[in-house]
């Protein structure tokens, strides 16, 4: 019998508490979570199975002075696993929780964090989009050959690709942050 194995998975990024559950709940049925590497894949390891609470935090000041940030989790029992795209992951065992323990302490850590990952995060992407999608498709749809008309096209699917990532972050950000205020 394997040891270990890996699975697929994608979360984005107001998806956080989703995959906090997903990595408890295969701590809960024996797989550790060891670590998780670009593009979605989720590595475990055999264990007995235990109720482990997973956190992430999405920090980048944190991450720049990463001892001490590190270092202050470990002072409330969290182990640091990992970064990944700019994610820290911590751990800690249910049995050491006081009652119900979170990295942040109230809901306007949670929401100050959602907004860091929607500029570092969103901030690149909407670049890309006004400066690479949206004057593509316009120099492309004027020049007339075939291979502009099937550039036309793959900028009209990236842009389709690029509002529909929008909408849908926009709609979980403003969904998560109703949840938080009422």
């Not at 670590?35 to 720049?64: S, W």
């Amino acid at each position: 019998m394997k040891d270990t194995k890996t699975e697929f998975r994608f979360f984005t990024v107001p998806e956080w508490k989703k995959e906090e559950e997903y990595l408890r709940q295969r701590h809960k049925s024996g797989w550790k979570f060891v670590r998780v590497t670009f593009p979605g894949m989720y590595h475990f390891e055999k264990c007995e199975p235990e109720d482990v609470i997973y956190q992430l935090d999405y920090n980048q000041e944190g991450l720049a002075h990463k001892e001490e940030y590190v270092q202050m989790f470990r002072d409330c029992g969290w182990e640091y696993l990992q970064d990944f795209v700019g994610y820290s992951y911590f751990k800690k065992s249910a049995l050491e929780m006081n009652g119900e323990e979170e990295i942040f302490c109230d809901d306007a850590s949670r929401l100050d964090m959602m907004k860091r990952v929607i500029k570092g995060r969103m901030l690149p992407l909407l670049i890309m989009f006004f400066l690479v999608i949206l004057p593509n498709i316009y120099i492309q749809s004027r020049i007339d050959s075939p291979i502009n008309h099937v550039l036309t096209c793959v900028f009209i699917g990236l842009l389709v690709a690029y509002l529909t990532l929008f909408g849908w972050i926009g709609y979980h950000y403003w969904k998560y942050r109703n949840s938080l205020l009422h």
